[in-house]
């Protein structure tokens, strides 16, 4: 248990970021099963949309410090390839 008063701010802040975080990793989420769900159904036009929608998400991850920037790349190259494919 924490003993001091930063020590116990630390855990209320870390606990608020959490959240806070863990609700922007979830928004990234659902924007990338957008563009899988329409490469699943072969939707190029929608998949396109999808990924256009999704890419600056999931910057903004990276650039909260949700996200590293070299997982973001993969997944982008790794969307941006399924959807050029179809």
Do not use: W, Y
């Not at 870390?14 to 990793?25: E, F, K, L, S």
């Not at 072969?42 to 999931?58: I, R």
């Not at 949700?66 to 997982?71: D, G, I, S």
């Amino acid at each position: 248990m924490a003993n001091t008063p930063q020590a116990k701010k630390r855990i209320r802040r870390n606990d608020a970021r959490a959240t806070i975080n863990g609700a922007r990793i979830s928004r990234i989420r659902n924007f990338i099963k957008k563009v899988e769900a329409a490469c699943e159904s072969g939707d190029k036009e929608a998949a396109a949309a999808a990924l256009k929608a999704a890419q600056p998400e999931m910057a903004r991850g990276v650039a909260r410090g949700v996200l590293h920037k070299n997982t973001v790349a993969r997944k982008m190259s790794r969307l941006t390839r399924r959807v050029a494919t179809l």
